[in-house]
T-cell receptor
Framework: DAGITQSPRHKVTETGTPVTLRCHQT?????MYWYRQDPGHGLRLIHY???????DKGEVSDGYSVSRSKTEDFLLTLESATSSQTSVYFCAISDAVNQPQHFGDGTRLSIL | KNEVEQSPQNLTAQEGEFITINCSYSVGISALHWLQQHPGGGIVSLFMLSSGKKKHGRLIATINIQEKHSSLHITASHPRDSAVYICAPDTGRRALTFGSGTRLQVQP
């Protein structure tokens, strides 16, 4: 299995608090992605990175920011969490475009 | 309009049955991925294909690029195949677009 670790795996927090999710990989893959998964919507792209300090927005990027200061880590930050951001968040990596993506185990985030 | 449509949304089968899950998409693609998500939540890549057919064990994936359609077949289904199966067309530009998944339950 691809070496991808998401942390934390579960988090409960309150509206208005900042939250940072971490994705760590040991595969030296260039591409990293953050998705959210909600019932009825499937997986939706939040942000992705195509290299260190190179990131771009996905289809549901409002309220989220990302950073990638080194190849192995991709951080997702909710500056001021809202209840609509309650979701399961998945990180994925791939070696190149048009290659399979390997997924982390997900982070279940609840915002009360 | 959804770019990716999967059918059926839910499927219950008896052990041993032949299963087909369909995926239709509206965008031009360079490849299509099939993923499996077990009840525990982990997501695994099953296939990536850009033409024809691929086979891995009891799983077979086919794609018709001209008709913008792909199918995932499971032969001799088993309860351990119970999962959500997700198709994801790959436009080759950036990240994938995902279908909402087909929930499969295989009963013993």
């Amino acid at each position: 299995d691809a070496g991808i670790t998401q942390s934390p795996r579960h988090k409960v927090t309150e509206t208005g608090t900042p939250v940072t999710l971490r994705c760590h990989q040991t595969e030296n893959h260039r591409y990293m992605y953050w998705y959210r998964q909600d019932p009825g919507h499937g997986l939706r792209l939040i942000h992705y990175s195509y290299g260190v300090k190179d990131t771009d927005k996905g289809e549901v990027s409002d309220g989220y920011s990302v950073s990638r200061s080194k190849t192995e880590d991709f951080l997702l930050t909710l500056e001021s969490a809202t209840s609509s951001q309650t979701s399961v968040y998945f990180c994925a990596i791939s070696d190149a475009v048009n290659q399979p993506q390997h997924f982390g185990d997900g982070t279940r985030l609840s915002i009360l | 309009k959804n770019e990716v449509e999967q059918s059926p949304q839910n499927l219950t089968a008896q052990e041993g049955e032949f299963i087909t899950i369909n995926c239709s998409y509206s965008v031009g693609i360079s490849a299509l991925h099939w993923l499996q998500q077990h009840p525990g939540g982990g997501i695994v890549s099953l296939f990536m294909l850009s033409s024809g057919k691929k086979k891995h064990g009891r799983l077979i994936a086919t794609i018709n690029i001209q008709e913008k359609h792909s199918s995932l077949h499971i032969t001799a289904s088993h309860p351990r195949d119970s999962a959500v199966y997700i198709c994801a067309p790959d436009t080759g530009r950036r990240a994938l677009t995902f279908g909402s998944g087909t929930r499969l339950q295989v009963q013993p």
